[in-house]
């Protein structure tokens, strides 16, 4: 994308949305995206799009994947009931988990934020470190208050990193 994304039109972006997602559907490999151009290109008005993309190829893992990340990136808040049937549907694959669990936190209302706190409380062990680290970043103290945070650490390996940043820093 050359220039400011934010700056394209919603067609335009829509479009390359569409254009994107069926290479990734197609198994064809797409490109590394700079993570600031990347968000600056996810907005709000690109939620019937995703809807209409969702419904095509929510079952391609990598097209799920990065619908995900649109929804997230964007805070699109009419897209959150797809992050909600991952985060609290049949256990997801370890990536998606962690992907869909941020788009809920950047799109819930606060219900929802409450529900997936109590949800990350219950099942913290079983969920990958990074999951949690990323719920107690940004629920604590509002969904996840200190009771639940002691619980939480008391259950898990506070010293698994899980490939990524861990407690140590995801803590202060």
């Known amino acids: 994308i050359a220039g400011d994304p ?4 919603r067609q335009t972006r829509e479009s390359l949305l569409k ?9 064809e490999r797409v490109p590394l995206l700079d993570f600031d ?7 709000p008005d690109l939620a019937q799009a995703v809807r209409k993309l969702w419904d095509v190829h929510h079952a391609h893992p990598e097209a799920c994947r990065f619908l995900l990340r649109v929804i997230g990136l964007g805070g699109i808040k009419a897209c959150a009931d797809l992050a909600d049937k991952i985060v609290f549907g049949s256990k997801p694959k370890r990536d998606v988990s962690i992907i869909a669990g941020r788009a809920l936190m950047a799109t819930g209302d606060e219900a929802t934020k409450g529900r997936y706190g109590a949800f990350i409380k219950a099942n913290c062990v079983s969920l990958p470190n990074t999951v949690v680290w990323d719920a107690l970043e940004q629920l604590f103290p509002r ?17 698994d990193s899980d490939g990524g940043l861990g407690l140590d820093w995801h803590g202060p």
Do not use: M, Q
């Not at 934010?6 to 039109?9: D, T, V």
């Open 143 to 159: 969904y996840i208050g200190i009771r639940d945070l002691l619980h939480i650490l008391s259950r898990v390996d506070v010293t």
């Open 37 to 43: 151009t990347f968000k600056r290109f996810c907005r």
């Open 19 to 27: 254009h994107v997602v069926e290479k990734i559907a197609s198994g």
């Open 6 to 9: 934010a700056n394209l039109s």
